[in-house]
C-alpha cells in the first residue's frame, strides 16, 4: 500500500497547536459510517485533509465508500465515528446550518437537482434560502448566469435544455450562492464528451481562481489529470493518496480500484518493449517530450524505467 | 425533446385582466362565485352574466372559448337543470307530457340553475386562461400567507415543484411508453389480464423512478440550505397597484345585483 | 437485406415551428454487422433508431427493415411480427424494469409477442446467458447494481429473439471497464449469433477495434459511413458528429505534429508506438 499522507500537521493540532493561516478547509479525522440497519460500514477510519484552495479527485470503484465521504463533508449525512472539520470548525447537528452556506454541492443527474421552472428561479432558490434580497438575487443571477455561459438561458424551462446546460446552470446556482468549498459528486458523468469536456475546463478555472477548495468524486482519468492530488478510496478508507500522474502510472493500483489505465501508459510500456524506454507517463505532453527529449540523446539506455 | 405539453390553459394576451395581480385575481373569482350562488331570479342572473360577459371580451379571449370550457361539463348542467324541473313543483302546471309533468317554478328554477352553473364554470376559467400556472401557485402561496408563513412557503415551494416536473415525468413516461411497447405492450389487448400486465409496466417503473427523483431532489434542496420552516426571501413577488384594489372592489357589483335585485 | 432508408423525410411539430429531424436520408445497414450510428445531438440519430421497429414511420420515403417497409400514409398498425424482430433498448434501460424477479423480466417480452411458455423461458435463458446473467435469475432486479440492471435490461429486449437489435447509448454513464465489457457482448451478438446490431454511441473508445461500420448523421442526413479507422482519418466528419477524439488520437497528433507528418490512423497502443519507432528511425534524428 502506497501512502504518501502527512500526518505531521494533523499531529500537531492534536496538541492544540493550530496556525490560523493553514487551518485545512476540509478535515476528516478517522470517520466511520455504517449503512443504517446494518453492520456493514461503508467508510471505516478514513481520514483526509484537503488544504485551502486545492482540487482533490476522489476515486475508487463504485462502494467505495467516494460518495459517502462526499456527502458526509457536505452534512447531508452524520458520521458515526470521529470527526469532520470545515475551516477547523466541527460540523454537527448544530454547525451545519451555519457551515453549510460555505459548501456548494453538485450530484450527477442534472434533473434532480433542477428545482425551479426557468434557470432565473433555479438559481434564485438557493439565495432565497440565505435570506438575500431581491436586488442582491438579480444580481447575481445575471453575474453567475454569464459566467457559465448560459444568460441566454434564463428563461428556459429544465425540459428544454440539454443535459449539459442543466449541469451548467446547476454550477451557476451552486456558485451564486458564493461558497468557498465545492463538492462534485460524478457531476460530468451523465453528459456526453463534448459536455463533460466543457464541464471540466470550466472547474479548472474555478481552481485557477484560487477562491475555491474543489473535491470531486469521478471515474474520469482526464479529470484526475487536472486536479492538484488523487485520492484512491477502497472499502472505506484511503488506499493511496499523491500525485494523479504519479499513482495514475502504477497499474496495480489502478487495477484494484477499477480505474482504467491511460492510453498514453501503454504507449510508454509498448515503447520500451520495441527498445525505446522513455519512462512511464500518464500525461500526453510529457510523454512526447519525453519521446523528443530521448532522441536527441540518441542513446536508448539514457533513462531506464523512471516513473514521473 | 419535441411535442412539449402545454400545463394548464394560458392563452397570453395584452388586456387589462391578463395584467391583474393574480391574487387579486384569485379572490375576485371567490366574490363572484358568491354572487352566482347568491341568484335566484332572471333579472339578477342577467345582470351578473352581462357583468360576465363584458369582463370575458375585456380579456381579449374569443367568449367561443369561454363556452367551450363548459362543454365537458355540460351534462352536469343538464342534470342539475332537469332535477329542477322534475321535482320543484312550485307554482302552475306548465307542461304535461305523459307521466312527467311539470311545473313554472320548476322551470324556472331549472333553469337559473343552469345559467348559475355555466355562468360559474365559464367565468371561472377566466383565471386559468389569464393567469400562468405558476403565477397561479406563487398567488395561492401568497394569500395564505397570514395564515402562517412557514406552512404557505412549503406549499408554493411543493406547487413550484409539482409544475416543474409534470413536463419532466410526462416526457419520461412518453420514452417508458415507447420502450415497453418494444418489448411487445400491447394497450389495445381486450384481456383484463393483459390490461393490468400493461399498467404494472408502465405504472410501477414511473413510480419508483418519482420516487427516486425526489430522494435525488431532496438531498440537493438540502445542499442548497433549504430547511422546512426556516425563514427565506421571495425572488418573484407580485406588486399590488391600485388597480388590482379597484378590480376587486368591482366584484362588489355582481354581489349587489344578486342581493338586491 | 438488411435495412434501408431510401430517401427518408421526418417532421415533427414542436411547439409553433416544424423541425425536420429527417432530411432525405439515404442510409443502408449491413445485416450480420455491428454498425454504430454517430452524430451531435439533434442530428436525427433516436428518430432514425425509432424507425428500426415502427415506433415511427417516416413522412416521406421508405424504411425497409428485412422483409418489412414502412412508407407515408401505411396504416398505423405495424405487424407485431416486426416490433418481435427488432428490439431497441432505450437510453437507460434499466428505468423500464418492474418485474419481481429478473426471470419473470426476460420472460416479459416473449410472452407478449405469442411465444408459449417453454419457447419463451428458453428465450430468457439464452439471453441471460448472453448477457452473463444467468445466475441472476431469481434476483430481484432492483436490487442489483446499475451495471447488472443495465444487463437485464438489455437481456429483456434480447429475450425476444429478435433478429434486429438497436441500442441508443448502451453504454451511457457505466464505468470504462463496464463499457468494454457491453461492447465486446454486442459484437458478440454479431459474431457469434448473426444478430444485425445498430448502436448509438458517442464515444469514439466505444467504437474502435469494435464496430464493423460507422454511419455519421448531421442534420437529418448521411454526412459519412465508413469503418472507425477510416473516421479516426476525418477530423471534419468527427468535429461534425460531436466527438471528441480519444486519448490516442490526441497522442497520434501530438507526435505527428513533431515529424511534421500527417498523424497515422492508428488507436492501438502497439500499433501507435511501432509507428513512432519507425518515424523516430526514418528521421534519424531530424527533427523541426
Known sequence: MINFTNNDRQ????????????????????VACRRPGSTVRTLDGLSLTVRRGEWVCLAGRNGSGKSTLVRLIAGLLAADEGEVRIDGERLDARSIPRIRGKIGMLFSEPDDQFVGLTVADDIAFGLENLGLSREEMEARILRY?????????????????SGGQKQLAAMAAVLAMEPSILLLDEAGSMLDDRARSHFRTFVNRLRSTGRYTIVSVTHDAEEMMLADRLVLVAEGRVMAEGEPQRLLADEQLLADCRIAPPFVLAFCRELARLGRPIGLHADERKAVDALWASLSNKSPSGFGTEIG | MNGKLTLGRYAARESPIHRRDPRAKTLSMFLFMIAVFLIDGYAEAAAVSLFAVILMLASRISLASYLKAIRPLLFLVVFVALFQMLFDRSGTKWLEAGPVTVYSGGLDSGLISALRMMLFISFTAMLTFTTEPDQLTRAIGGLLRPFGRAASDRLTVMLGIALRFIPTIFEEGERLYKAQVSRGLNLQDKSLAGK?????????????????????????????????????????????QTADTAYLILFLLPVAFAVWL | MGVTFEQVTVRFRDGNRMTVALDGLDVRFAPGRLTVLLGAPGSGKSTLLQHLNGLLSPDEGRVRIFEY??????????????????????????????????????????????????????????????????????????????GQQRKVAIAAVLSADPDLLALDEPTASLDPESRAELMALLAGLCRKRGKTVITITHRLEDVLGRADECVVLSDGKRLFQGTPEQLIGRPDVMEAAGLAPPPAVRLAAMLAEKWDASPPPLYRAEELAAWAVRMARQSGGNRT
Open chain 1, 145 to 161: 448566469a454569464e459566467l457559465l455561459g448560459i444568460g441566454h438561458l434564463l428563461d428556459r424551462h429544465p425540459a428544454a435544455m
Open chain 1, 11 to 30: 499531529d500537531l493540532r492534536q496538541y492544540g497547536v493550530t496556525d490560523g493561516a493553514d487551518v485545512p478547509a476540509i478535515e476528516c479525522r478517522n
Open chain 3, 69 to 146: 417497409e414502412l412508407g407515408p400514409g401505411k396504416p398505423g398498425d405495424v405487424p407485431a411480427a416486426l416490433r418481435r424482430k427488432a428490439g431497441i433498448v432505450f437510453q437507460y434501460p434499466e428505468q423500464q424494469l418492474f418485474a419481481a424477479t429478473v426471470r419473470e423480466e426476460l420472460l416479459y417480452a416473449p410472452l407478449n409477442f405469442g411465444l408459449d411458455e417453454s419457447g419463451a423461458s428458453r428465450a430468457a435463458e439464452e439471453a441471460a446467458r448472453a448477457l452473463g446473467i444467468f445466475g441472476l435469475m431469481d434476483e430481484s432486479p432492483l436490487e442489483l447494481s446499475s
Open chain 2, 196 to 240: 393490468a400486465r400493461a399498467m404494472l409496466a408502465l405504472l410501477a417503473p414511473l413510480t419508483v423512478s418519482v420516487f427516486r427523483r425526489s430522494l435525488r431532489l431532496a438531498e440537493s434542496m438540502e445542499a442548497r440550505g433549504y430547511r422546512i420552516g426556516a425563514p427565506r426571501t421571495r425572488y418573484r413577488a407580485f406588486r399590488w
